[in-house]
């Protein structure tokens, strides 16, 4: 929508791997004007297990106490349970809770991360937007829990931005843009609206079809040949 905006790292995604967002940059755009609450997303693959049997997962950190502003930015709708509270809880997406294991997780039950035990709080809505389809197959987790659990130093891959209810979207961008320049000396980031957020993962999408459809193409090409 008009009132959410997201901050990726690198200029463009060719530059994604070599830039990275800091700690510190969620304070400096929540003291831009016209922006409500920012909240960074953390991201680790991990293996989780359920009922003795393990599968590897995305986990998304974020910070539970802002855990109303995930729900405001479209990002998640609770189907089962409730929201995220506090660091021995996780939230489950919808085709995760659903598929990952033959058995469905349900609010209530226990996955084990990394030898550590958390209870399932909530199951999400299926998606019905982008940006929601992005937490569809994670668990969401406290950042700090995330950080405790994860071999390596995790850094923010997004900060996700709601606006105030009388924002000017354009205007804020800038004021966000600009200050986040002053803050790394360089503009290696991108501040997108949803509309580029949607446009940018279909962009994806097109390209992983063009690339297995070209891989599909060859292995009947070698078949026929053979």
């Known amino acids: 929508g008009q009132d959410t905006l997201t901050v990726q790292p690198g200029k463009s995604p060719m ?5 990275r967002l800091e700690e510190k940059d969620t304070g400096i755009i929540e003291s831009a004007k016209g ?8 991201m680790s693959g991990e293996t989780i297990e359920f009922k003795s049997k393990k599968k590897s997962t995305l986990l998304i950190g974020v910070d539970s106490s802002k855990i109303y502003a995930m729900k405001d930015t479209h990002m998640i709708e ?3 349970g409730n929201l ?3 660091q021995g809880t996780v939230m ?5 809770a659903l598929e990952l294991f033959d058995k469905e997780i349900k609010a209530g039950h226990t996955l084990k991360i990394n030898e550590k035990n958390f209870k399932v709080i909530g199951i999400l809505a299926k998606p019905t937007n982008m940006i929601a389809r992005f937490v569809d197959s994670a668990v969401i987790l406290d950042e700090k829990a995330l950080q405790e659990i994860s071999a390596t130093q995790v850094y923010p891959s997004r900060i996700m931005i709601k606006l105030e209810d009388n ?3 354009i205007e804020t961008k800038t004021r966000i843009v600009n200050a986040l320049k002053r803050s790394h000396g360089e503009e290696d980031f991108q501040v997108n609206d949803a509309s580029q957020i ?3 993962a279909n962009s994806i999408i097109g390209m992983l079809q063009i690339v297995l459809g070209g891989i599909a193409f060859i292995a009947l090409l ?3 040949l053979g």
Do not use: H
């Not at 530059?15 to 830039?19: G, H, N």
């Not at 922006?35 to 953390?42: L, N």
């Open 15 to 19: 530059t994604a791997m070599l830039s």
């Open 35 to 42: 922006v409500k609450v920012a909240f960074p997303i953390y």
């Open 78 to 80: 609770i189907a089962s």
């Open 84 to 86: 995220l509270a506090g």
């Open 92 to 96: 489950i997406g919808n085709k995760t």
């Open 167 to 169: 924002a000017d979207q």
């Open 198 to 200: 949607a446009e940018s």
């Open 222 to 224: 070698v078949g026929g």
